[in-house]
């Protein structure tokens, strides 16, 4: 996918939510357990119920390889339900030495029909650079995480700076906003002007919106830019709505929640 | 498996080597490539001429995660066929919040009786913590790696420290010798003297001795402790040694080659 289409479904849709498909077996509604294809089921019904509102989904790979190759063949047979006007993004958290990392590209935008993925920063260039190769995906690169953990390290003076704003300006030198997007964490609002101005044009994956915390108006005001510029992303406030036979109906109406607030910020 | 295990097979063996399993379809001998398990067979083949040299195997998880629901297939098989007297890592270098690295030390420590993972520090303390939690499992962290791209971020200054250093020092803190090893690479063998005042007590896994440079003998004499307390990996010098039918003999000839060096440096 290009950035522009991205930016035209948004347009279009007046809506930046992307659906965390976080599936866990034992959080899914009693009913559904006991299926043999539980997870894929359960998924293409909150993919059918909320795919008028949300623009993308990501996939948590956690959530799938914890269940070993059962679990590889549900993120698989979700992903290619997924609709090819959303934007898909394996949230993988990547990154090794470049002959490595070049077969974790491999694994998610040609294996896996990705279009992007989401790559830990820590060990540099040559861990991002095999991800950046690729012609229409994207490498959302983490920057500053919603974590408490963001503060051992991300939130590190280097100089004048923090860890986390040397990794947005240092790997925003190494990408487009073509091909490169970064996390940005949501329960620090505060911080978001500040990263807007670091990385103007790049598009933002902002997770933590939902059951971590955070406020869509602050961050929708904040973090945006001329292109919209942000994915905000909420996972278990959406999937886990509701709980019994109308758990499908349920993420709905909270999809529709947050589409309706969103398209209350796009101009 | 227990620290204690580990140094005990280590002493018996005189080695302290760890073979890595990455495996590459197109790089293994032309006589097996055809075959259908054919990563299988050669991964099998190494550990057969190997194991009596070495004290770990180490899969590469990008290698088998990047041919799929095949790829995971294989993983499996060969982390089944190597013999509990080694130690067997996962170099995946996952973390995320933990939530989600919950459900990432469950895919390596449950779902597939790894001994130990590899996990970046970015995200801090929440992202390691659920990895720490498994007893007689161990959690290695990325400390300095042996990459170009260590001097992004790892060798930047924080304050009168390395953001390596930090790192090194911080998760410490976290876990026990009994839990808790890093990754530390063998290109900067001045560094290990530094390192190893940092950790005294803790274990090291070096990767880069072998294609990625570094000599054995300085990474030996400056990183050891009174219980070892290293393991030396190499890749691609020990599996692709030979392309022929003699690939499994020349992959032993190197991975002794390895071991009387270590027998060398071990008192």
Redesign the interface.
């Known amino acids: 996918m290009t950035k522009d289409f991205l930016v035209q479904q948004i347009r279009e849709k007046k809506s930046y939510l992307c659906v965390g498909l976080?599936t866990d077996l034992t959080l899914i509604p009693k009913h559904l357990q006991h299926l043999p294809n539980a997870i894929v089921t359960f998924n293409k019904a909150i993919i059918d119920a909320t795919k008028d509102y949300c623009v993308s989904y990501k996939i948590?790979t956690?959530?799938y390889?914890?269940?070993?190759?059962k679990g590889?063949?549900a993120m698989?047979e979700t992903l290619h339900y997924i609709p090819n006007t959303h934007f898909k993004i394996a949230?993988a958290?990547?990154?090794?030495?470049?002959?490595?990392?070049l077969?974790?590209a491999?694994?998610f935008f040609?294996?896996?029909p990705f279009d992007a993925v989401t790559v830990?920063?820590?060990?540099?260039?040559?861990?991002?650079r095999p991800f950046l190769e690729y012609e229409n995906k994207f490498t959302i690169v983490?920057g500053l995480?919603?974590?408490?953990?963001?503060?051992?390290?991300?939130l590190?003076?280097?100089?004048d700076t923090f860890?986390y704003e040397?990794?947005l300006s240092?790997v925003a030198t190494w990408g487009t906003p073509n091909n490169l997007m970064f996390v940005a964490g949501a329960t620090q609002a505060s911080e978001f002007k500040n990263i807007r101005s670091i990385i103007p044009d790049y598009f933002m994956l902002i997770p933590g919106v939902g059951f971590?915390g955070g406020s869509l108006s602050e961050v929708s005001k904040n973090a945006m830019n001329k292109e919209v510029g942000i994915l905000v992303n909420a996972s278990r406030a959406i999937i886990y709505a509701g709980s019994n036979d109308l758990y499908a109906e349920d993420a709905k109406l909270i999809a529709m929640e947050y589409q309706t607030e969103m398209s209350s910020y796009l101009v």
Request: aromatic share 8%; glycine share 10%; no cysteine.
């Open positions: 976080d948590n956690a959530f390889e914890s269940l070993g190759i590889w063949e698989e949230d958290k990547r990154g090794d030495i470049g002959n490595t990392s077969r974790y491999k694994t040609e294996t896996l830990a920063p820590y060990m540099g260039e040559d861990s991002i983490l995480t919603s974590n408490k953990g963001a503060n051992d390290f991300e590190l003076k280097t100089g860890l040397k990794v240092t971590q």
